[in-house]
């Protein structure tokens, strides 16, 4: 299994601010997916992150609010971009457990609050 | 993506049983099907998969009847830490799609 880790575990930011969390997976994978979770909610997918190509956006969110990139085979970034409080959630990212269909690996997460 | 109906919620008492069905009437023929586990402040973890009849590991035990429209997961004599979130997801099948489709999922409360 994949270890995977995110930075910053939380934060609290100003509207109209931006905020990139970092992941980072303790092996190379092929993809990496984004997901958010808001209170009280299920996951809802983001966006589709392959290494040296463009990220695959969900219908409903675009790559000028929620830019990604995607430098290396163990690393990934999502900014959320001139945040308002909609915007608060937990921002999850997740990778593909090769070879295995359906099953992918979590992080723990990134607690986001924008006042 | 197949659709899935499971229950919002369900109670137990430590040392009990408990069952939770999830509906996939249009499951298709290459779909699996996988059920997840979130934690509070924790992201989701993979707990079974199956395809048919009964799958079962250290963790749960998964009942697919023969139609595939329905499946159960078992979770034997639960403990107060085996309060969380249950998912079940029906996959698109084929390794080449990796998108998971996350219903409401079922709260499990365990109490004492």
């Known amino acids: 299994s994949a270890v995977i880790s995110q930075k910053p575990s939380r934060d609290i930011c100003q509207r109209g601010t931006s905020l990139t969390i970092q992941c980072q997976v303790d092996s190379q994978v092929t993809m990496m997916f984004w997901y958010r979770q808001q209170p009280g909610q299920s996951l809802t997918l983001i966006a589709t992150?392959?290494?040296?190509?463009?990220?695959?956006?969900e219908s409903g969110f675009v790559i000028d609010k929620f830019p990604i990139s995607r430098p290396n085979l163990t690393f990934s970034t999502l900014t959320v971009s001139n945040m308002s409080p909609e915007d608060s959630s937990i921002y999850l990212c997740?990778?593909?457990?090769?070879?295995?269909?359906?099953?992918?690996?979590f992080g723990p997460g990134t607690r986001l609050t924008v006042l | 993506l197949a659709k899935t109906t499971q229950p919002i919620s369900m109670d137990s008492y430590e040392g009990q049983e408990v069952n939770i069905t999830c509906s996939h009437n249009?499951?298709?023929?290459?779909?699996?099907i996988t059920w997840y586990q979130q934690f509070p402040s924790q992201g989701p973890r993979f707990i079974i998969q199956?395809?048919?009849t009964k799958v079962t590991n250290e963790v749960a035990s998964l009942f697919i009847p023969a139609d595939r429209k329905s499946s159960t997961l078992s979770l034997p004599r639960v403990s107060l830490s085996d309060t969380a979130v249950y998912y079940c997801?029906?996959?698109?099948?084929?390794?080449?799609?990796?998108?998971?489709?996350f219903g409401a999922g079922t709260t499990v409360t365990v109490r004492a």
């Open positions: 997740s990778v593909d457990s090769s070879g295995t269909r359906d099953t992918q690996y």
């Open positions: 992150a392959n290494q040296g190509s463009e990220a695959t956006y």
């Open positions: 997801l029906v996959g698109a099948g084929g390794y080449n799609d990796y998108k998971l489709s």
């Open positions: 199956g395809y048919k």
């Open positions: 249009n499951i298709a023929t290459n779909d699996y």
